[in-house]
């Protein structure tokens, strides 16, 4: 399968403790976006990347959240601290291009975050 | 990004056509209509998407009406497999792409 693989498939976690999730892009693929998506809800931007460079992020994404694409390749994203709030699908996506060069977004199924 | 307007939910026998409509009233002359869909426990899938004229692809038929302010998905013949949450999402560029509620479809057998 050479689609977007993240891991883990699930977390466990307990208020106050750090999470880290990976994300491993479709080959080539120099975009590189994170979403998160609570139950009920469509998916949120969180931030997205163009190589290494991270070009935008949300007001959704706090002072307790970090993003990295050290390489350009794989990208990890980093909750400290963790609330119940943060309890949600973190779902990344990667792209060739732009979607205003008929690039679609293709995503991974997520990790699944539980904040007990 | 325009807003979309999309049915909360839907039926659709197994073996028919689905027919899934959003409505994008304000839609600039540059934004693109993207259609994604999420199965359960899954992260969403890109289906199609077009700007002006109609689209069809192994998976389905995007159908935009000539004012652009409407288009329908179209699933020729609806199988469970395709029962999901359907997104319709118009994107312009420099923007992220804003996924709304969508339209939960049921295929029923």
């Known amino acids: 399968d050479t689609g977007v693989s993240q891991d883990p498939r699930h977390k466990i976690t307990k208020r106050g403790q750090n999470v880290t999730f990976r994300c491993d892009p479709i080959?080539?693929?120099?975009?590189l976006y994170w979403y998160r998506q609570t139950l009920g809800q469509g998916p949120e931007f969180l931030t997205y990347?163009?190589?290494?460079?991270?070009?935008?992020k949300s007001r959704l994404l706090s002072d307790r959240f970090s993003a990295e694409r050290p390489k350009g390749s794989f990208s990890t994203l980093e909750i400290q601290r963790t609330e119940q709030g943060d309890s949600a699908m973190y779902l990344c996506?990667?792209?060739?291009?732009?979607?205003?060069?008929?690039?679609?977004?293709?995503f991974g199924n997520g990790t699944r975050l539980t904040v007990t | 990004d325009a807003k979309t307007t999309q049915p909360t939910s839907m039926d659709c026998a197994e073996g028919r056509a689905a027919n899934l409509p959003c409505n994008h009233s304000?839609?600039?002359?540059?934004?693109?209509v993207y259609w994604y869909r999420q199965i359960h426990s899954q992260g969403p899938q890109y289906i199609i998407h077009?700007?002006?004229n109609n689209e069809t692809n192994e998976m389905a038929s995007l159908i935009i009406t000539e004012d652009r302010k409407s288009s329908t998905l179209i699933l020729p013949h609806a199988t469970l497999r395709d029962t999901a949450v359907y997104y319709c999402?118009?994107?312009?560029?420099?923007?992220?792409?804003?996924f709304g509620g969508g339209t939960r479809l049921m295929v029923k057998p």
């Open positions: 996506a990667s792209s060739l291009g732009g979607l205003s060069d008929n690039s679609p977004l293709h």
């Open positions: 080959s080539e693929h120099n975009r």
């Open positions: 990347f163009q190589n290494e460079a991270q070009l935008e």
């Open positions: 304000t839609i600039s002359g540059n934004e693109y």
């Open positions: 077009g700007l002006k």
């Open positions: 999402i118009v994107y312009s560029a420099g923007n992220m792409l804003t």
